[in-house]
């Protein structure tokens, strides 16, 4: 599904990313954790070229991209990616001028080229999966964080995308709504949606993940399945970084 090689991203004289190597296979939940500053974001920004990478490769389906300094990528290629994916963004990210069911609708209409009428049919559909089915007509300003974000995740899952993509998801929200945007996504998990999530949720990262990489200062560390990392990791820094934000 998605196959990272090598890949590298630098801002002016700051390498962000240091040659990261990861692959993640259909119907998979990929937890990515670390601490502030490690490149978790970046690298998930890269997977849908919101930033370009500076070398390395991209895989994802049958889109097979490589990345250089003295090669630009085209826009077909970067629309073309993008369409396999959806983002689910820390502070939302939804229109403020429409309501929760034109928010998705919006980019069926313009990007998938779907009806308004079949459009309207699919955010209904979605919004009554997240549990939001009497919100259709509310505005952002409407709703708390927790419902905008179930909102933002209904708008990621309306352009049909092989892959969804989580930046923090929860990291803006009252502690007491993390759990109802939790649930959301360890259903999709559970339907066998392929998902990437940068995350500080460890109780997500153990109950949800096939499998859990851990990122310090743009490289890869350590990773494995929930059990390997949170229990028997072998890593000292992991250990570190996990002891100063568990029980461990």
């Given at each position: 599904m998605i196959e990272v090689k090598n890949l590298h991203k630098r801002f002016g004289n700051l390498e962000v990313l240091q040659g990261i190597d990861m692959k993640v296979?259909?119907?998979e939940t990929v937890v990515i954790i670390g601490?502030?500053?490690?490149?978790?974001?970046?690298l998930l920004r890269c997977l849908n070229l919101l930033e370009i990478p500076t070398a390395g490769e991209i895989t994802l389906g049958n889109r097979h991209l490589v990345f250089t300094e003295s090669v630009k990528i085209k826009e077909q290629d970067i629309i073309a990616l993008r369409k396999q994916t959806g983002m689910v963004f820390q502070n939302y990210n939804l229109f403020p001028h429409m309501t929760a069911a034109e928010n998705i609708m919006e980019g069926q209409v313009t990007v998938l080229g779907r009806s308004r009428d079949a459009a309207r049919k699919r955010a209904l559909e979605l919004l009554r999966k997240v549990g939001l089915e009497n919100r259709a007509e509310m505005y952002p300003h409407q709703l708390s964080g927790g419902q905008q974000q179930r909102v933002g995740i209904a708008r990621a899952m309306a352009m049909d995308p092989d892959v969804i993509l989580f930046d923090e998801p929860t990291s803006a929200l009252d502690p007491e709504l993390v759990g109802e945007v939790l649930k959301v996504m360890k259903e999709l998990a559970a339907e066998g949606m392929t998902m990437v999530v940068v995350t500080h949720?460890?109780?997500?990262a153990r109950e949800a993940a096939d499998k859990v990489i851990f990122i310090d200062g743009g490289r890869i560390?350590?990773?494995?399945?929930?059990?390997?990392?949170?229990e028997n990791t072998q890593h000292e820094r992991t250990m570190q970084f996990l002891s100063k934000i568990t029980n461990i």
């Open positions: 296979k259909k119907g601490p502030s500053g490690s490149g978790k974001t970046t949720e460890m109780n997500f560390v350590e990773e494995g399945p929930p059990e390997q990392i949170f």
